[in-house]
């Protein structure tokens, strides 16, 4: 038997055992519907924690409103609570209903990212934008809502996109203001109105430096590494 006919045959076999071995293979399992990581799974949790701001309406509601005492009341000792109950509390049904529809989607759009990036940009918000607003609040005024959360989601998204400059994640963030651009209004100051304007800057602009500091531009740690040394 000639060379040339002993390696194809090689070749062959070769070949059959790489076939057999693929084969022997499990194959991978897919993700549950539920897992966070799927679209309906991150969907399915963002109706679960919008069903929660339901429940504590309707029980808000019930008691005449009795737990919005416990909102945010600026520059209060006793309203520093309010930084973390603000988001649960409403003014009225149709405050909650505005608030819905932004909370549920653009969070799932978030959390689909990554489970542990949202609980960290939602921690970041609420207490980074809660402590601004209660800085610079209104004096008197008792701020609740969840406006101030989904500012915040946004704020991130956007600077997500704008810093990290990923094409996934500028399609994400150009989509959310396709449906959701006119929220940007919210962060105008109004007159004689309820809206908390500030509420609305202060969580947009925790959000976006999240943003900027889970997603530096390339290049930003150098430079600052190399003036700190100096």
Known sequence: ???????????????????????????????PWWS??????????????LAVLWVVQFANAADDYGFNRYGLRPRTVDGLWGIVTQPFLHASYEHLLSNSAPFALIGWVLLRSDRRLFAIVTAAVVVVGGAATWLVGPSGAVIVG????????LGYLLARA??????VWIIEAVLVLFFFGTLLYGLFPTVHTHVSWQSHVCGFLAGALTGGVLHPRRGTTRRFGRASVS
């Open 1 to 31: 038997m000639t060379d040339p006919l002993r390696r194809r045959l090689r070749e062959a076999v070769d070949v059959r055992k790489q076939i057999w071995n693929e084969r022997q293979r499990p194959s991978p399992r897919k993700r």
């Open 36 to 49: 966070l990581t799927t679209w309906s799974g991150a969907l399915a949790a963002m109706g679960v924690l």
């Open 146 to 153: 969840a406006s101030g959360l989904v500012f915040g989601w």
């Open 162 to 167: 704008w810093f990290a400059r990923r094409v």
